[in-house]
């Protein structure tokens, strides 16, 4: 009968467009870290967050097939096929996201800055190191700056990693909030981390200069439990969707000045004012 048919449906609201993230973690490093948390979490983490009332974009996570060598020649020859344009990948990764191991830290750190120097002072799995000559070959100082940082707003990064954690404030301390210990660094350490960072936001200051979607987040040694690791994956999930939030509601911070990018090493260590020393024995 004509009055027998349902009635017509509001169209579905159009989604937000996925989001893409590339993630790498580091290989073992020292006899005394056979696995390397960096990659154990990296590795196990879900290809889709799917949305949530609370985080309405899907993101796409592509790991990086293999862990990253713990050594200055792979990571300069690895950079620049790794990230875009020269990666394949489709669609092509907005954000990056290294993740390392800082073993002397019992806390997870989101890095802001790396220095283009300093990485001649500890050998790498092969015994070689990066002199400050072959920094300043692969680096000029013309052209690029001794320090350089993130795009990200890493406070309103950090607000959100903090709020996807279950903290009732951004000012909250883990013990208060029993949740998990995150906290903003400036400095990412003189060895494969630092290293790492700064090759992969040099590529984008060489390929823009402007915006530097890059990550990179330190984390303890989980490898004594399951549970640790249990969490650092969800340290991790959180991240990653504070990243994507951020981006997409802040847009890259203006990271285009020489004050910025030089000043950077500059700021005041936020890990630092409790009296933890960091451990440049980062991978």
């Known amino acids: 009968m004509p009055g027998s048919y349902a009635a017509r449906q509001p169209p579905a609201e159009k989604g937000e467009k996925p989001a893409t993230v590339l993630v790498t973690g580091f290989g073992p490093f020292l006899s005394k870290f056979p696995r390397n948390s960096s990659w154990e979490i990296a590795s196990t983490l879900p290809a889709l967050i799917p949305t949530s009332p609370t985080s309405p974009t899907p993101i796409q996570i592509h790991v990086h097939h293999e862990a990253i060598r713990v050594a200055y020649k792979h990571v300069t020859a690895l950079i620049p096929q790794l990230l875009p344009p020269n990666n394949p990948l489709h669609p092509e990764p907005e954000i990056i996201l290294h993740i390392g191991l800082a073993a002397g830290r019992d ?3 989101l890095e802001q800055s790396a220095h283009g120097r300093g990485y001649h002072q500890i050998p790498d799995v092969d015994g070689e190191r990066f002199p400050d000559g072959s920094a ?3 680096f000029p100082p013309a052209k690029f700056p001794p320090v350089l940082k993130t795009s990200f707003d890493t406070s309103d990064v950090l ?4 709020a ?3 903290y009732s404030s951004v000012e909250g301390s883990a013990d208060d909030e029993d949740a998990p210990d995150v906290r903003l660094s400036s400095d990412a350490g003189n060895f494969l981390c630092g290293f790492i960072y700064y090759n992969s936001l040099a590529h984008y200051f060489s390929v823009s200069g402007e915006e530097r ?5 330190h984390v303890p040694d989980l490898s004594s439990s399951e549970d640790k690791m249990r969490e650092g994956r969800e340290v991790a999930i959180a991240l990653i969707k504070a990243l994507v939030e951020s981006k997409r509601k802040m ?3 203006d ?6 990018v030089e000043g950077a090493g500059k700021s005041k260590m936020s890990d630092a004012t409790d009296g933890n020393k960091t451990d440049n024995n980062f991978a």
């Open 107 to 109: 806390f997870f750190a």
């Open 136 to 138: 300043e070959a692969a």
């Open 159 to 162: 607000a959100r990693w903090k």
């Open 164 to 166: 996807n954690l279950g």
């Open 213 to 217: 979607p890059v990550a990179f987040m």
């Open 251 to 253: 847009g890259a911070r």
């Open 255 to 260: 990271a285009s000045t020489h004050a910025d």
